[in-house]
């Protein structure tokens, strides 16, 4: 069964969506032959007993990267695909829009050539000084943004057709302003309970509080779980890494939401 593209939990009312978890959470916790535990697959009703033997099975699991799942009883992207398999959520790694086809080569070709801050922790050297030039913005100011900005701009150039995208280095004047250029944005909520939304080509908006947020761009979607493209990180994932890495984050990391330039 194909994940519903939404959060099952307590009071679910799809009674063969409730009937079909049972029936795959007693075979894969043992409790088929147990009275106590066993749940009751004739009835249709998401309750508390369900509710404890979902989170018994994601505090005995793990997601499709090996990381803990949460314990929290509800039934999102992440654990439908430890108790369905990978076959049965949401993956996208094709994008149809030349030019968004376009920035992630150019992005990949930026993950090639291993660019690092000069010196270390700068914010500045060669290529990401010419990430923050391209962006308009000061030398030595954090550079993710920039890096997005800079991706899109060259795939423009390489394809001959205007930058759509907002020319700023900051994360979260870009969600600000990107409707005002035709940008579509999905909140992050959407995108937890429904992955099919998070395509390739989009770009991922972090806020981290006082103003700070981090972004990057959605190369892979598996379910709840993206392949990214970013600057100014490492393998920490840290807003003010290094370099620019390729990372893979849970969609449930990604607090503020995607914007989608694809067709503008």
């Not at 992440?78 to 086809?101: C, H, M, R, Y």
């Not at 700023?168 to 939304?197: F, K």
């Not at 998070?198 to 908006?205: E, L, Q």
Request: proline share 4%; hydrophobic share 40%; with cysteine.
């Amino acid at each position: 069964m194909d994940y519903p593209r939404r959060i099952i939990k307590l009071g679910e009312q799809d009674v063969v969506i409730v009937k079909a978890l049972k029936r795959q959470l007693n075979i894969l916790l043992g409790i088929e032959n147990d009275p106590n535990l066993r749940l009751d697959q004739m009835d249709g009703n998401f309750g508390p007993k369900m509710k404890q033997a979902v989170k018994l099975f994601q505090a005995r699991n793990v997601d499709g990267e090996g990381q803990p799942l949460r314990q929290d009883g509800e039934v999102g992207s992440l654990t439908w695909e430890a108790l369905f398999g990978k076959n049965t959520v949401t993956i996208s790694d094709n994008q149809d829009d030349p030019l968004l086809q376009q920035v992630l080569k150019v992005a990949a070709g930026e993950v090639a050539k291993r660019v690092l801050e000069v010196p270390k922790n700068s914010n500045r050297g060669p290529q990401v000084d010419a990430y923050l030039h391209r962006a308009g913005a000061p030398l030595g100011v954090a550079w993710c943004c920039a890096f997005i900005y800079y991706c899109f701009d060259e795939a423009a150039e390489i394809i001959g057709r205007t930058n759509p995208m907002i020319k700023t280095a900051g994360c979260l004047d870009h969600w600000r302003r990107a409707p005002s250029r035709g940008g579509r944005r999905i909140a992050s909520s959407q995108a937890v309970n429904n992955p099919a939304y998070v395509k390739a080509g989009m770009i991922f908006i972090m806020d981290h509080g006082g103003g700070l947020g981090h972004t990057g761009l959605v190369e892979h979607v598996a379910g709840g779980l993206i392949t990214t493209i970013e600057g100014n990180t490492d393998a920490s994932k840290t807003r003010e890494g290094g370099g620019v890495y390729r990372l893979t984050r849970k969609l449930t990391e990604i607090n503020k939401g995607f914007i989608d330039y694809a067709g503008v």
